[in-house]
Nanobody
Framework: VQLQASGGGLVQAGGSLRLSCAAS????????MGWFRQAPGHEREFVAS????????YYTESVRGRFTISRDNAKQTLYLQMNNLKPEDTGLYYC?????????????????WGQGTLVTVSS
């Protein structure tokens, strides 16, 4: 499956962004999906994930209550709504897909990765 992330940009602290990840190739609804991010000088970290049906979602503690992951299987698109953004949310955001169709939280659980979209939050 091919993944194309978009929607990143520069925003002030407290602002909002909505990331999208368009999928093509393998049937989107057969995949669990996730968002990861990588800040400069840091390892890639888990942000949020969602199972194939959208019924199961997981978030890292630092974004719970501010970010919402969702998917539209008919449009083959994954979303990440990010509200009340903080400077520490800055990083390159990647979407990923796993063939197991689960809401996995570790990078090695994912088989396909997008190219990343940059989010910069200024204080």
């Amino acid at each position: 499956v091919q993944l194309q992330a978009s929607g990143g940009g520069l925003v002030q602290a407290g602002g909002s962004l909505r990331l999208s990840c368009a999928a093509s190739g393998r049937t989107f609804s057969n995949n669990g999906m996730g968002w990861f991010r990588q800040a400069p000088g840091h390892e890639r970290e888990f942000v949020a994930s969602i199972g194939w049906s959208g019924g199961n979602t997981y978030y890292t503690e630092s974004v719970r209550g501010r970010f919402t992951i969702s998917r539209d299987n008919a449009k083959q698109t994954l979303y990440l709504q990010m509200n009340n953004l903080k400077p520490e949310d800055t990083g390159l955001y990647y979407c990923a897909a796993n063939r197991a169709a689960i809401a996995a939280i570790t990078p090695d659980s994912y088989n396909y990765w997008g190219q990343g979209t940059l989010v910069t939050v200024s204080s």
